[in-house]
């Protein structure tokens, strides 16, 4: 996930570490936007749903990057810990913004699923449980994972397809940084397909990256999978992707990941922001 490490975080013990940082209150939510771009009379866009991304503030070095203790995490059991907080925690803010009027039945809630969590026999219970206690359904989640993840974890395939079949949105996420194969778009039980920032940043540049990001729009339409862009930073990206036919982003463009106290007031300070 997207940060550098701060210096000194050698010094923080992993082993243990991120249960204490539960424990403790150090590890947060934040929450990025899913817009629809497509222009809408009195809108700038429709905001359809938020990923949600684990952050950890530590009280002797600030921030830790994700990249560096989630790496960790998936070596060890406490990512299932920390992982079954964190859609737990995604489905209470989901529905908490539903009861206040600032998200609507319509509005979803997306997590990041770790190689490992997809062995873990326990995840489609604990998920249905989440669900359940929150009186939300199972399609309101969305779960993603990355090209490395369902390299490194073939097994996956039957987790993914049983989560599928309980209701669980699942996304590729990430397509197209490093080795891209166009196969896990057929392979694997997906109902959307997130094109990587880096390829998005770049396809206003290299001829390639706006290939490939074509390619994808297409394959998805014909495959009938939604379509993601992540990484859009400019009003030239947001054209691009229009006139290719895709009409979901996130970015930079419209919002950083931010607290859900944040979240709402963008909400509230952006007339012009529907929320779908």
């Known amino acids: ?51 949600a991304l684990l ?3 530590n009280p002797i070095v600030g921030s830790i990057s994700p990249g560096d203790f989630l790496s960790w995490a998936e070596r ?10 964190v859609a737990d925690q995604a489905l209470r803010q989901l529905a908490a913004w539903r009861a ?12 990041n699923l770790l190689g490992r969590q997809l062995n873990d026999p326990l995840l489609l219970d604990e998920l249905l449980a989440a669900v359940e206690r929150h009186h939300l359904k199972a399609d ?11 390299d ?5 395939l039957n987790a993914l397809r049983q989560l599928k079949d309980a209701g669980f949105r699942i996304h590729l996420d990430d397509f197209g940084a490093g080795y891209s194969s166009l196969s896990y778009l057929h392979r694997f039980p997906f109902d959307c397909v997130k094109i990587d920032r880096t390829v998005v940043a770049d396809m206003d540049r290299e001829s390639q990256s706006l290939s490939l990001t074509k390619t994808v729009v297409a394959l998805g339409q014909k495959l009938r999978l939604q379509v993601i862009a992540e990484g859009i930073e400019t009003a030239e990206h947001v054209n691009m992707l229009l006139e290719m036919g895709c009409h979901l982003g996130q970015g930079f463009y419209f919002a950083r990941p931010m607290p859900a106290v944040a979240i709402e007031r963008w909400l509230l300070a952006e007339p012009t922001q529907q929320t779908a």
């Not at 779960?143 to 490395?148: D, S």
């Not at 490194?152 to 996956?156: N, P, R, T, V």
């Open 100 to 111: 206040s009027g600032l998200a609507t039945p319509h509005t979803r809630v997306s997590i």
């Open 55 to 57: 952050r950890w503030q």
């Open 140 to 150: 309101d989640l969305e779960l993603e994972v990355t090209e490395a993840t369902l």
């Open 76 to 85: 060890s059991n406490e990512v299932r810990t920390v992982g079954y907080w």
């Open 152 to 156: 490194e974890e073939a097994a996956g």
């Open 1 to 51: 996930m997207k940060h550098e490490n701060p210096p000194h975080t050698e010094h923080i013990p992993m082993k243990g570490g991120l249960a204490r940082a539960l424990e403790r209150g150090e590890l947060t939510l934040h929450f990025q936007p899913k817009i629809d771009m497509k222009p809408t009379e009195g809108a700038t866009g429709v905001v359809v749903g938020y990923e």
